[in-house]
């Protein structure tokens, strides 16, 4: 019998940690993909330093001042940027309504 309850709590905590893990899939991807783009800034940056031709110089100094202008951010509803802070903002909004309720049931 306590084999059995042992097990279903291991398979309900491997589950609650699974459905984080899919929960959060996009944020982890954005995140691999800004770190993609601030590598390509460097690479842009490297070469600059490298490049003796004008011509290419100058069109890698315009591309380098457009990468850097223009980051790579995703928002949601234009409300909270997705990025690895998400789950924490999520976290931090469920605690913070959760202490609100708690105080006004006490009014009544």
Not at 58 to 73: I, K, S
Not at 75 to 101: A, G, S
Request: proline residues 3%; aromatic residues 10%.
């Amino acid at each position: 019998m306590d084999i059995d309850m042992g097990f279903r709590f291991l398979m309900t905590v491997i589950n609650a940690c699974l459905s984080l893990v899919i929960a959060f899939l996009p944020v982890i991807s954005i995140s691999l993909l800004k770190l993609e783009g601030e590598a390509l800034e460097l690479n842009i940056h490297e070469r600059l330093l490298q490049e003796r031709d004008g011509e290419l110089q100058y069109q890698l100094q315009m591309f380098a001042e457009y990468v850097e202008g223009r980051p790579t951010r995703f928002q949601l509803l234009r409300v909270f940027e997705l990025d690895w802070t998400l789950p924490l903002k999520i976290i931090h909004l469920c605690v913070t309504y959760q202490i609100i309720i708690v105080q006004l049931t006490h009014l009544f």
